[in-house]
């Protein structure tokens, strides 16, 4: 079936599936964002600008997707985009840009060959099941297929874009090492950008937010959550933890002796920025991703000291009071004190959302919510209710039918990931790669557990299109071998030389 629609691209150019896309963009335009023909028409400009540089420098629309993805929320925040602007627009755009130009451009990128994976056929059954959620009608308030749309692109669409975009575009060795280095240095600025907020201070938009948050400034304004450049704290803290425990398996796994002491770094600044969220559930994250590592690198060497290290850190968060002087460590903490109140006030909630949800196991549907759902509604409880977790938040609106195919589906993407990394590839540096988008996984699904963070910007892009790599590296570990080759080739005749160098200036 893929090598039919490789034939069908080359004929076609993809035009019908062109016109699908543009025509799904449009619906998104006119119903969701609203926009005017006026709009539209001063705007023209700038997208015949887009798709110039889209043909001409495709990889430079990619690298401005990473980047405004992961700074959306930092600019809208700070009132750096026009007014009325959904702030996921210019992420669709950009996708579907790239999209675009790889069908239409199909003979200069043959890699959908590469989608027909497990991953695929998970995320199709997932936006499967909510394209069926359109027809559901348990808050007996009529199918509202605008609100549908703006949930279900959010909630599935999202996924298959990044899968594409990724599975396309990242398809070299080269490539891949750059997106590395640049989702490195992304992570660097967001966890450095929490030290421009706390010694130097807040923008004046920062603060003015700040006024009205009840969960960011603590114990009478004297503990204060950081949040950098995403939508909160606990989005912040958990996304740059994932983070940490790639670079960390990364930094561990890399053969280049610089890179390798690079990516540490960046681990250690991801952990001090995720201490400085106050982000309780971060620490699930980093711990629990390290530890599935300890699984997937199938080494004794490996297992012994990290458990030990993640061991004598339990201890001493749960069993001391050692550092109890310090705000950050004494909130984190809390997460072993089983009395926390806002732990149970989500228990005391979801038991609530049990009650009514037996009566609807498909969920009150993808897209409602407070504003469409009236007053004296029987639903109207959950769909104002917080969610507290991306897992509760799935339940809410697709049921426990919709909760477990979706649980289903991550479980299947994860493993055929797992697979690969455990029993396809061979270089054990590339291995590592796998196994540090794998465990980033896991660890940011950990934080869906605990917070609403799985879907937020930039989330979803990174951690669903670094699993999205993991597929792709069985078909470049050839070039991969070659690539580090050649870096390592580099890397000792510089040492080399070096050595002669000390060598010569004793003599």
């Not at 430079?60 to 809208?76: R, T």
């Not at 806002?342 to 609807?360: F, G, H, P, W």
């Not at 507290?388 to 609106?397: C, G, L």
Request: net charge positive; aromatic share 14%; glycine share 8%.
């Amino acid at each position: 079936m893929i090598k039919d629609f490789a034939t069908y691209k080359q004929e076609t150019g993809g035009r019908a599936l062109l016109l699908f896309l543009l025509f799904g963009l449009a619906i998104y335009q006119f119903i969701a964002a609203g926009f005017s023909a006026f709009a539209m028409i001063c705007a023209s400009p700038l997208l015949i600008i887009a798709i110039y540089v889209a043909f001409r420098w495709p990889m430079a629309v990619f690298w401005s997707l990473c980047i405004y993805n992961y700074i959306v929320f930092g600019l809208d925040r700070n009132n750096l985009m026009p007014s009325g602007l959904p702030v996921s627009l210019v992420v669709e755009l950009l996708e579907i840009l790239l999209l675009s130009v790889a069908i239409i451009d199909a003979r200069k990128t043959p890699n959908f060959e590469r989608a027909g994976n497990l991953m695929l056929y998970a995320l199709l059954c997932w936006c499967g099941f909510c394209t069926l959620e359109v027809f559901n009608d348990t808050c007996g308030i009529g199918i509202n297929v605008a609100a549908w749309y703006q949930g279900a692109r959010m909630l599935a669409f999202q996924i298959i874009y990044a899968f594409l975009v990724f599975t396309i575009y990242i398809n070299t060795p080269k490539r891949l090492f750059q997106y590395i280095l640049f989702w490195g240095g992304l992570s660097l600025f967001g966890s450095l950008y929490t030290l421009k907020q706390k010694y130097i201070g807040f923008s004046p938009a920062e603060s003015a937010w700040l006024v009205g948050s009840v969960t960011h400034v603590l114990q009478g304004g004297t503990l204060i959550r950081y949040f950098s450049v995403y939508s909160d704290a606990a989005n912040f803290g958990e996304g740059i933890a994932s983070a940490a425990v790639a670079f960390f398996i990364f930094g561990i796994t890399n053969k280049i002796n610089k890179y390798r002491l690079l990516f540490i770094a960046i681990g250690i600044f991801c952990v001090w920025g995720m201490f400085l969220s106050g982000t309780r559930t971060a620490m699930g994250c980093l711990g629990v991703g390290i530890m599935a590592y300890i699984v997937l690198s199938k080494s004794v060497r490996i297992a012994v000291p990290v458990t030990l290290f993640f061991g004598l850190a339990f201890v001493f968060l749960a069993f001391t009071n050692i550092g109890q002087g310090n705000q950050q460590i004494r909130r984190m903490r809390s997460v072993f004190n089983k009395r926390d109140q806002s732990a149970n006030v989500r228990s005391i909630n979801q038991e609530t959302m049990r009650k009514y949800l037996r009566e609807a196991p498909w969920g009150i549907g993808i897209g409602i919510n407070q504003t469409n759902v009236p007053k004296n509604n029987k639903y109207t409880l959950m769909s104002s209710i917080p969610a507290d977790s991306h897992y509760v938040f799935v339940w809410i609106h697709t049921g426990k039918i919709g909760l477990i195919t979706f649980i289903t589906t991550m479980l299947l993407m994860l493993s055929g990931a797992c697979w690969i990394v455990l029993f396809r590839i061979k270089s054990s540096s590339l291995q590592g790669i796998g196994a540090g988008m794998c465990c980033a996984f896991i660890a940011i699904q950990v934080g869906a557990y605990g917070n609403e963070v799985l879907f937020q910007f930039p989330n979803c892009l990174i951690y669903y299109g670094g699993l999205t790599l993991v597929y792709t590296l069985p078909f470049i570990e050839k070039e991969w071998i070659e690539y580090e080759a050649k870096e390592l080739a580099i890397q000792e005749e510089k040492e080399r030389l070096k050595l002669e160098k000390k060598k010569a200036s004793r003599v």
